[in-house]
T-cell receptor
Framework: GAGVSQSPSNKVTEKGKDVELRCDPI?????LYWYRQSLGQGLEFLIY????????KSGLPSDRFSAERTGGSVSTLTIQRTQQEDSAVYLC?????????????FGSGTRLTVV | AQSVTQLDSHVSVSEGTPVLLRCNYS??????LFWYVQHPNKGLQLLLK??????LVKGINGFEAEFKKSETSFHLTKPSAHMSDAAEYFC????????????FGTGTQLKVEL
């Protein structure tokens, strides 16, 4: 597609439930990033995928968070046993291998509300 | 380790007056620096980027930023604010040694008044 697509755009879930957030990067972009933007905060790095390399998970806040990227394309961020502090906008970005520090494209995000 | 500090959480200007959004960075590497803008309920949009070429970087919508190594600053400016500039602005540094992860500042909310 022309841009990075994220779904759903909004998700309301009950505390304790699991949620899955999806990111469809730009075709051909080998690098994919997940960030979280909490109310009144900047963006917090969560996880990074580059090609077939092992992902950099150093930003995941707890073991309730996990992500996978299938076939080097679509990525799913899963949050288990959601807590109210997980409420945030989750943003996905992709970048081409030749893009270097250029060409990060962000999706519009998924707004997660845990009630 | 790398970090950015946005010195003002809120800036308010009158339409037609200059805009200055301040950013200081810290990086162990020769940094790549960016400014992103986020309008309400919209995605992040790249305004401009510095990647060790010219120190004065021109971006979209009349914005520009100057990289000053001696001051470790990358302030964003615009000569004349427009109502449509009201948004949140993020200063961002990239870590070339860590997968080009972006580290975001906490953002500056720009308000433009008539």
């Amino acid at each position: 597609g022309a841009g990075v697509s994220q779904s759903p755009s909004n998700k309301v879930t009950e505390k304790g439930k699991d949620v899955e957030l999806r990111c469809d990067p730009i075709s051909g972009h080998t690098a994919l990033y997940w960030y979280r933007q909490s109310l009144g905060q900047g963006l917090e790095f969560l996880i990074y995928f580059q090609g077939n390399s092992a992902p950099d998970k150093s930003g995941l806040p707890s073991d309730r968070f996990s992500a996978e990227r299938t076939g080097g394309s679509v990525s799913t961020l899963t949050i288990q046993r959601t807590q109210q502090e997980d409420s945030a906008v989750y943003l996905c970005a992709s970048r081409s291998a030749t893009g270097g520090n250029y060409g990060y494209t962000f999706g519009s995000g998924t707004r997660l509300t845990v009630v | 380790a790398q970090s950015v500090t946005q010195l003002d959480s809120h800036v308010s200007v009158s339409e037609g007056t200059p805009v200055l959004l301040r950013c200081n960075y810290s990086s162990s590497y020769s940094p790549s620096l960016f400014w992103y803008v986020q309008h309400p309920n919209k995605g992040l949009q790249l305004l401009l980027k510095y990647t060790s070429a010219a120190t004065l970087v021109k971006g979209i919508n009349g914005f520009e930023a100057e990289f000053k190594k001696s001051e470790t600053s990358f302030h964003l400016t615009k000569p004349s604010a427009h109502m449509s500039d009201a948004a949140e602005y993020f200063c961002v540094v990239s870590d070339p040694g860590g997968g080009n992860k972006l580290t975001f500042g906490t953002g500056t909310q720009l308000k433009v008044e008539l």
